[in-house]
């Protein structure tokens, strides 16, 4: 420890009271964040010669070279602020999971005429929302089923406002046409209320009340309301059938598996609402070398559970290591649960099919895993770098490109790769201004130095690589500015495309004196540039052409006379964005406050 920081004066000194710690190394780098009901004994226990830490915690306390501690008024206070600052700061030495809290829900709408949606975000706003679900495709599904059996509409309010007559949903039976008043408001909500019990559970109660409104529509001899009935419980027998697990009650329950192989470890969640499986969802932690399932499990449920609702049953492979969890959890979220370890029946086959799962898709990531090490492996041993399994995982690339059409909308993009895998989150796009259109030249110059001038003031490190997409003429603008920032040279790689832009036929191209290097169709090295390098182009691309479609938007609409920016505001509004107001009769544009009959002529006929 260094003289300024005292360690044993700091131990003595701390408080008997909840907090949480953090572990610095000399660099003021977080390396590991924890929680405490006891701050001394916790934290002094890291630092006895009779410490039984793990062989991973046992390295990070080697480079410990200071503490800092932030005391709480609970536990529970503690673990959200653990759990904020591990999201956060992503310590080196912690367990840690993607943040993927913005899980799909589906959502009726608050309207009278409820609408069913596909939604992601904060639950708060109006509406009734059901979920989380593991995956997009269980939200679709089910929105397909309740289509099918309840008829409910899943048209946006532009549309639903401004129909006609029914649309094509209504046509093949997926929609009873509430728009144009084919249904009335009564039965319509009796529809979404049934809709709602059968995603609670309640299924069969759902089913005997469609048998018996058939038997008395048929009684009164309304055979046509009959017949329409019989259909749709029909399609909900269906349903039933089809649904791949049995149905248990009305529980809500999330069923964790960890298992560990070959050095990784992966948790698979399934989720079951309203007695209905779901699906399952396959998360694989880092930082988990030497940690067991326990302390894993006990990570995720931190992680996950502290901003994503948590149900109120909990099937587990394994038993949570700190008893108290799920109390601190209640505690600062308001919702209980139970966990239960040994499951019988029906939730014992499922924490057999979720282990099942869990080892497929870890035996899967495992092999995809060591093809990905293979290659930055390739890559570092071609560009002579480091090959120590820590450099390899910490190698930080980062890809550089420019996309425009003709000058237009001109866009960068850089995107990372690292611990052997693309990182979209880390992904950044940079809309160029103030160059000539189409200086393809005075465009990377302009990316690289707003990019750059952050690592020469000492606000962020420099990347072991720096791709640029380009031959020599960009890769000298990037040299150059390099050299104006006071950078190393050496971490510059342009990719020259080969005859016929065919992968495998580029060139590299070195800032410094290195000769150019053609690696050749075999080259896991190459392999790996290729690929960086396509996402770079496809992630500029994408930006380009978002770009350039706002500016058209608002550009055709501004050179429309008598066209300012309310009325446009509201006919965006109304027809709900840009292509619904190119689709609009001249009727349906008349019908927007402030639009005239000679205007909506003329907006008409300026958007043909």
Known sequence: MPDEFDLKSFLADLPNLPGVYRHLDAQGEVLYVGKARDLKRRVSSYFQKTSSNSPRIAHMVARV???????????????????????????????????DKSYPYLMFSGHEYARIAYYRGATSRKGRFFGPYPNSWAVRETIQILQKVFRLRTCEDSVFANRSRPCLLYQIGRCSAPCVGHISLADYQADVERAISFLDGQADEVLKDIEARMFAASERLDFEQAALLRDQMGALSRVLQQQSMEQIGQDDVDIIGVVALGGRTCVNLAMVRGGRHLGDKAFFPSHTVDDSPADVLAAFVAQHYIDTRIPPVLVSSHKLPDANLLALLAEQTGLKARLIIRPQGLRKTWLEQVMKNAELALMRSLSESSAREARTLDLAETLALDTDAA????????????????????????????????????????NIAGITPGDDYAAMRQVLSRRFTRVADGDAPLPDIVLIDGGKGQVEVARQVFVELGLDTSVLVGVAKGEGRKVGLETLIFADEREPLLLGVESPALLLVAQIRDEAHRFAITGMRARRARARTVSRLEEIEGVGARRRQRLLARFGGFSGVVDASIDDLRSVEGISAELAERIYHALR
């Open 65 to 99: 070279e200071r503490v800092e501690v932030t005391v709480t008024r609970s536990e529970a206070e503690a673990l959200l602020l653990e759990n904020n600052l591990i999201k956060r700061l992503k310590p080196r030495y912690n367990i840690l999971f993607r943040d």
């Open 391 to 430: 450099s390899l995982q910490a190698l930080r690339v980062e890809c550089f490109d420019i996309s425009h059409t003709a000058g237009e909308a001109t866009q960068a993009s850089c995107v990372v790769y690292q611990h052997h895998d693309m990182q979209p989150s880390m992904y950044r796009r940079y």
